[in-house]
């Protein structure tokens, strides 16, 4: 089992930036590929970002590209949403998950944090 908690999450004006936090417990953090997907109302969960085990590949959805960057402290054991030129369509509940393989599909990954909010007024 992984144990994962989000934090960071708040009300920002357009153009702002945010730092999300993961923090994971449990089980082996390196044995774990993570990522960060979000939830808007009325929407399906989308992927964001993700990241390899050691941090040495991340992939991003086109729709953050250039304004967020994953990284991951695998010392610390969590992971990190940097959010820059914030939007309000960036409006969402973002989650961060962990899974055994890197990919932005949600059905492949195994356990979930509970959710941050990020609203972005405009």
């Given at each position: 089992q992984v144990q994962l908690v989000e934090?960071?999450?708040g009300l920002v004006q357009a153009g702002g930036s945010l730092r999300l936090s993961c923090a994971a417990s449990g089980r082996t953090f390196t044995s774990y590929a993570m990522a960060w997907f979000r939830q808007a109302p009325g929407n399906e969960r989308e992927f964001v970002a993700s990241i390899s085990r050691s941090g040495s590949s991340t992939y991003y959805a086109d729709s953050v590209k250039g304004r967020f960057t994953i990284s991951r402290d695998n010392a610390k054991s969590t992971v990190y949403l940097?959010?820059?030129?914030?939007?309000?369509?960036?409006?969402?509940?973002?989650?961060?998950?962990?899974?055994?393989?890197?990919?932005?599909l949600w059905s492949r990954y195994d356990y979930w944090g509970q959710g941050t909010q990020v609203t972005v007024s405009s």
């Open positions: 934090s960071g999450g940097q959010l820059s030129s914030l939007q309000p369509e960036d409006t969402a509940v973002y989650y961060c998950a962990a899974g055994v393989s890197v990919t932005n």
